[in-house]
């Protein structure tokens, strides 16, 4: 990082760092994201590991298993009910 460098505020973490540090988007009047590269990442890594983890089984896996990711998604929204009849 050289002294001439400008800096920027990252709206995630909102740490200072070097222009260098944001990768760069056209669309944004600056010309760079709005998050530093780190931040950026870890969003991506988390968002990737979301969808993983609510991904239907495969096509030829066996019939419990579909059984058992549908039902999942049923526990979860009966659960939700029950606690919102409770309030």
Same mark, same amino acid.
């Given at each position: 990082m050289s002294k001439d460098e400008p800096?920027?505020?990252?709206?995630?973490?909102?740490?200072?760092f070097p222009m260098s540090s944001f990768a760069k988007n056209a669309t944004r009047p600056d010309?760079?994201?709005?998050?530093?590269?780190?931040?950026?990442?870890?969003w991506r890594v =988390?968002?990737?590991?979301?969808?993983? =983890?609510?991904?239907?089984?495969?096509?030829?896996?066996p019939w419990s298993d579909w059984v058992k990711w549908a039902n999942s998604d049923l526990k979860k929204a009966s659960a939700a009910r029950k606690a919102a009849q409770a309030v």
């Open positions: 800096c920027k505020t990252c709206t995630r973490c909102a740490g200072s010309g760079h994201q709005s998050w530093c590269r780190p931040c950026l990442k870890g =988390a968002r990737i590991a979301a969808q993983e =983890a609510n991904q239907p089984p495969k096509a030829d896996a």
